[in-house]
């Protein structure tokens, strides 16, 4: 069974930086992309980067210059280096990968932005 599981979400001060990853527990599987998701309370998810298997890179918008994504996709680890954060970026931060037709994603990291 594959699961992608999160780490490294808390508490931070707007203006500082914190570093998310993301691995398949029990195993090494592959995934194209890989990416990471984001929701806020009362909102929708939504994209905030992902990563594809050549290293082509995309991003919302409103990270652009703050964020940069990272990761091997053949052994279905991504990371998510997240600098200048604002309170807007505070949410629960979901990691997922795509593999043979199915969407995996891990049960999300809280990220909580203090102004």
């Known amino acids: 069974q594959v699961q992608l599981v999160e780490s490294g979400g808390g508490p931070v001060q707007a203006g500082g930086s914190l570093r998310l990853s993301c691995a398949p527990s029990?195993?090494?599987?592959?995934?194209?992309?890989m990416g990471w998701f984001r929701q806020a309370p009362g909102k929708q998810r939504e994209l905030v980067a992902t990563?594809?298997?050549?290293?082509?890179?995309n991003y919302a918008d409103s990270v652009k210059g703050r964020f940069t994504i990272s990761g091997d996709n053949t052994k279905g680890t991504v990371s998510l280096q997240m600098n200048s954060l604002k309170p807007e970026d505070t949410a629960v931060y979901y990691c997922?990968?795509?593999?043979?037709?199915?969407?995996?994603w891990g049960k999300g990291t809280l990220v909580t932005v203090s102004s």
């Open positions: 997922n990968g795509y593999r043979y037709g199915v969407n995996y």
């Open positions: 029990g195993s090494t599987f592959s995934f194209n992309p």
């Open positions: 990563i594809a298997g050549g290293g082509t890179t």
